[in-house]
C-alpha cells in the first residue's frame, strides 16, 4: 500500500476510535483492597523503581545511525521478516511490515505501526524511545497488536499505546502523554482489540495533556483475559477505566497519584475485575512514591 493510502487508512481508524472515547460517571466503591502496601515496586532491567525518563527508552551513551526515510519521505517501512532494527534513528514513522522484526536501543520520531491494510504483523521493541519532545502528534505511538514492549520510552504524543487485537504485552516502560486541541488522549487504549492483553510495571503521566479520557482506557466490548498489574499512573478524567471485558479481568497493585484526576479515580465495571491492592500515594519529581494516602477502591 502507498503511503498515503496508508496514512489516510490509519487517520480514518483513529478518528473513528477517538470519537468513541467518552468518559461516564462514576458510582460508588464496591470493593475495598485488605493487603497493606507494602514496600514501592522493584523494577527490572534498568529501572530500580517505576519506570522513568532515565531508565527507559534508548539507553545513554548508545551511538544512533540516522536511517533514510524510504517510504514517501515520511516513514521507514520494513519489509524482510526477521529484520533486526539496533542502534538506529528513523526520523519519521516506521512501519512494520513483516513477521518478527525486533527494534532495540533505537528512536523513532513518529509512530510505530504494524498494521497494512487489513494485515498486522508481529514485532518487539526494547530499549527504544518513540516521539519527540518537540511536537505533539495525536496518533498512538505504539500499535497495534502482536507487539511485546519493554522499557520504552513514549513522549510528545496524545495516545501511548493502541490494543487492537491479541497478545499485547508492554512491561517496564514509561508514557509521558500530550494533547492537541479535540484530541482524547489515553495511556492505553484498546480498539477492536482481543485476547491476552498484559500492562505491567509501567508509568503513565497524563498531568501535561489537557485534551484527555484516561490514562488507563480499556472499554472495548471485545476485551478478552487483560491484567493491568504494579503500574503507577496519575492524571485522566476518571483514570482507570475498565469495562466491557470478558475472560479473566485483573486490577492489581497499581499505584494512583492522589487527587491528580479531573472527575474521580476510577469508572470501571467492579463486578467482573478481580481488583486488589491498588493504592492511592504520593510521589515526588522523580515518580518515587513519597507516601501511601488509602486504599483505591473500585467504583463505576
Not at 502482536?146 to 499485547?168: C, E, M, N, Q, S
Not at 498489574?229 to 482507570?240: D, E, F, V
Not at 499505584?255 to 469508572?267: A, H, I, R
Amino acid at each position: 500500500m502507498r503511503w498515503v493510502s496508508l496514512l489516510a487508512a490509519v487517520s480514518v481508524v483513529t478518528m473513528t476510535f477517538l470519537a468513541g472515547c467518552t468518559s461516564s460517571p462514576a458510582g460508588g466503591p464496591t470493593s475495598t483492597p485488605t493487603r497493606s502496601p507494602g514496600q514501592p515496586t522493584v523494577g527490572a532491567g534498568r529501572c530500580p523503581g517505576y519506570p522513568t525518563p532515565a531508565c527507559t527508552g534508548v539507553p545513554p551513551g548508545t551511538k544512533l545511525t540516522v536511517t533514510a526515510l524510504n517510504e514517501g519521505g515520511a516513514a521507514y517501512r520494513v519489509r524482510t521478516p526477521g529484520t533486526v532494527l539496533d542502534g538506529v534513528h528513523i526520523p519519521g514513522d516506521l512501519l512494520v511490515h513483516a513477521d518478527d522484526v525486533t527494534i532495540r536501543n533505537s528512536r523513532i520520531d513518529g509512530i510505530v505501526i504494524n498494521a497494512d491494510g487489513p494485515r498486522t504483523f508481529r514485532f518487539t521493541i526494547t530499549d527504544s524511545t518513540v516521539g519527540t519532545a518537540k511536537r505533539c502528534q495525536t496518533l498512538p505511538g505504539i500499535g497495534q497488536d502482536k507487539y511485546t514492549a519493554t522499557r520504552v520510552l513514549i513522549r510528545g504524543h496524545g495516545d501511548g499505546f493502541r490494543a487492537a487485537g491479541d497478545d499485547v504485552t508492554i512491561r517496564d516502560s514509561y508514557v509521558d502523554l500530550c494533547s492537541n486541541p479535540g484530541d482524547h488522549s489515553d495511556g492505553i487504549q484498546t480498539y477492536n482489540t482481543g485476547k491476552g492483553l498484559i500492562f505491567d510495571h509501567n508509568t503513565v503521566d497524563q498531568r501535561h495533556a489537557k485534551d484527555i479520557t484516561a490514562p488507563i482506557f480499556l472499554v472495548d466490548k471485545q476485551i478478552v483475559d487483560a491484567a493491568v498489574t504494579n503500574n503507577l499512573i496519575m492524571g485522566g478524567t476518571y483514570s482507570i477505566q475498565l469495562r466491557n471485558g470478558r475472560g479473566k479481568l485483573v486490577m492489581r497493585g497499581n499505584k494512583l497519584v492522589d487527587k491528580s484526576w479531573v472527575y474521580g479515580p476510577v469508572d470501571s465495571e467492579c463486578k467482573v475485575i478481580d481488583w486488589a491492592d491498588n493504592w492511592l500515594v504520593t510521589i515526588d519529581e522523580n515518580y518515587g512514591v513519597t507516601s501511601t494516602v488509602g486504599p483505591l477502591a473500585c467504583a463505576g
